[in-house]
Each structure stands twice: as C-alpha cells, then as structure tokens.
C-alpha cells in the first residue's frame, strides 16, 4: 500500500543552521506531496505542497522538490529560527478516491537561540 | 468560526464507555475527514465524508468506530466500548472538495486528546 518514510527524530539545531528533512514515498501513479506543521499547542497546518513531479513548493523560507525519479520530497530550509521548533509531518494524497492523506510518522525540530 | 473546531479538547473514559467527539468544519466544506493519532506516530485515516454522504471508512479499525455527518455540516465520531489501545487524539479535517474543484487543502483543528483507563 501506499506509505511515506520520514527522517525520524528529534533533532536539535542552533539558530541559523541549515535544515534538511528527508521524506521518501511508495506509491503507485502520480500522487500530491505535502509537508505539515504541527507548533506546540496547535493544530497541523500545511506548510507547502506539489502536485507533479520536479514542483516545487516554498513557505515561510522552507521549500521542498518533488523529485519522481527518486521517490523523494526532502524539506529544506537554509537558516532555521527559534520559532520553527515544531514537528513536521511529510504526507502524500493520491489522484482520485477519497482524497486521503498519508503521513510520516513525523520529525520533532528543537531549534535553540 | 475562522477554523475547524472540535470538542470536547480533552476526554478521560473507563474502559467500556461510549463516547463521542464532535467536529465543526469550517462552513460551506464539502469534504470531512477523521484521523486518529497515537502518541509519537503521525495521523492515520479513518473515515472520510463528502456531504452527509460517507464514501470511504476503509482506516475505521472496529465495529466499535462509527461516524456520521447527517445534515453535511457537523461530524460525529463515536466509539463503543471503548478499550485502552483507542487512545490517542482523534483529530478532523475539512476541505472545500467538490466546491473547490477537488484535490484541495485539508484544514485540520486542534484534536480531542482521548486516554481510556
């Protein structure tokens, strides 16, 4: 069946270090890739998405590439803050059918001043 | 509201209670879904509605789970008999679906936290 495999956690960055959070996928046709936030104490938010292969989705200076050949949509972000501290969940939906999403099983960041 | 609302935000139930939880999507969309989060795992898909009509419960895990949304609006999940492995957030999603053209955005509120003792 369809999953997604995500860097697993936690991990801890000083302010301004580069990020990068791997996510690879397993799925049959063309599916939609995402990226959510969870922030302590709140909801999962959408951070960014692709619909097709070599999209790339940005927000709030993360950006991810939806790379086909590879099964991959890896998140970056060149210089994290204090605030992006938070867990991150990759999730694909495929075409079609009831428009389920699929998660990882998420990555805790910690980032400190 | 501006948001996805769900309550109550906290349920503590003994091993046997029915309970149910209740999401109030964001007005005028179509679609509605449930997805259960154990704790450290990522959320995992129960049941989705488009409407009032129910059209995949396939991640459902029991006959104790159901869900409802009668009127297209409100969404129910309720679980019988609840069993100590049902902890977990429940959590809901709405999206414009249909209205929007499809493949739209899920909004998620904040989950009802759920410990059976």
């Known amino acids: 069946g369809d999953s997604v495999t995500q860097m697993e956690g936690p991990v801890t960055l000083s302010e301004e270090a580069f990020l990068t959070i791997n996510c690879t996928y397993t799925a049959t046709g063309y599916p939609s890739l995402f990226w959510y936030v969870q922030y302590p104490g709140e909801g999962l938010q959408l951070l960014l998405k692709?619909?097709?292969?070599?999209d790339k989705g940005s927000n709030k200076g993360f950006e991810a590439t939806y790379r086909k050949e590879t099964t991959s949509f890896h998140l970056e972000k060149g210089s994290v803050q204090v605030s992006d501290s938070a867990v991150y969940f990759c999730a694909l939906r495929k075409q079609g059918g009831s428009e389920k999403l699929v998660f990882g099983k998420g990555m805790k960041l910690t980032v400190n001043p | 509201g501006a948001g996805v609302s769900q309550s109550p935000r906290y349920k503590v139930a003994k091993r046997g209670q029915d309970v149910a939880l209740r999401c109030d999507p964001i007005s005028g969309h179509v679609s509605l879904f449930w997805y259960q989060q154990a704790l450290g795992q990522g959320p995992e898909f129960l049941t989705y509605f488009q409407n009032e009509a129910q059209l995949d419960k396939s991640g459902l895990p029991s006959d104790r789970f159901f869900a409802e949304r009668p009127e297209g609006s409100v969404s129910t999940l309720k679980i019988q008999r609840t069993q100590q492995e049902d902890s977990a957030v429940y959590l809901c999603a709405s999206s414009l679906g249909l209205a929007g053209g499809g493949q739209e955005t899920q909004y998620f509120g904040p989950g009802t936290r759920l410990l059976v003792l």
């Open positions: 692709a619909t097709k292969a070599d």
